[in-house]
């Protein structure tokens, strides 16, 4: 079963601007990972937050966490067409030394 | 530095047959976890393996079994396969040895398997 919901579903932005995508879960955690997927491609891991972090940076991502709404957030600033792909969020599930995946955001960057 | 090897790419094979997938983690990685997804849809966990061991298992059917061997390679094997099994099939490698997921997963590029 899923852990994670990623919200929306889908989202379209111009080159440029910035995306922000939810992810909501659902059992404690020690860590959440942000991973993305070019066209039904593997996933290649972008960012993982630890359970008593509040934010991280890397690059243009910015990765928030709040514990106690069981939610993350995904913000990719300045977008580029090349940022076009699914982002999934991904949590160990009842602290459970494996992953498991939410349906994924599907970002569109229109140049 | 190989990353994670997956073969076949494709695959085509008849409702009612069996298939094995196969998987080489990354270099220094002891752990391989495999993932079924689904067109439009997030991965499935289904299993993982660790000292050739299954030591989490999903919410997958017993026609679904893997193995791991003494290399860490694994394979995963799908018996009287259904319309339902066509996915995209992930392997995941992982140390576990120093954290395990926690330092993030690396994942192989997958099989494409359609049942018809």
């Known amino acids: 079963s899923q852990q994670g919901e990623e919200d929306p579903q889908a989202l379209s932005i111009q080159e440029g601007e910035n995306a922000t995508m939810n992810c909501s879960y659902k059992?404690?955690?020690?860590?959440l990972q942000w991973y993305r997927q070019n066209s039904g491609r593997g996933l290649v891991h972008l960012i993982l937050?630890?359970?008593?972090?509040r934010e991280k940076h890397s690059g243009r991502l910015r990765v928030t966490l709040d514990t106690s709404k069981k939610s993350s957030s995904l913000l990719i600033t300045a977008s580029r067409a090349a940022d076009t792909a699914s982002y999934f969020c991904?949590?160990?599930?009842?602290?459970?030394?494996?992953?498991?995946f939410g349906a994924g955001t599907r970002l569109t960057v229109k140049p | 530095d190989a990353g994670v090897t997956q073969s076949p790419t494709h695959l085509i094979k008849t409702r009612g047959q069996q298939v094995t997938l196969r998987c080489s983690p990354k270099?220094?990685?002891?752990?391989v976890s495999w993932y079924q997804q689904a067109l439009g849809q997030g991965p499935q966990f289904i299993f993982q393996?660790?000292?050739?061991?299954?030591?989490q298992r999903g919410n997958f059917p017993d026609r679904f079994s893997g193995h791991q061997f003494p290399n860490y390679s694994s394979e995963l094997n799908v018996n009287a396969l259904l319309l339902g099994d066509s996915a995209l099939y992930l392997c995941?490698?992982?140390?576990?040895?120093?954290?395990?997921?926690?330092?993030?997963?690396?994942f192989g590029s997958g099989t494409r398997l359609t049942v018809v």
């Open positions: 995941a490698s992982s140390d576990l040895g120093t954290g395990g997921w926690a330092y993030g997963y690396t």
């Open positions: 059992t404690s955690i020690n860590n």
């Open positions: 937050i630890r359970s008593n972090e």
């Open positions: 991904a949590t160990d599930a009842n602290r459970a030394n494996d992953m498991r």
């Open positions: 270099s220094g990685h002891d752990t």
């Open positions: 393996y660790y000292e050739e061991e299954e030591r």
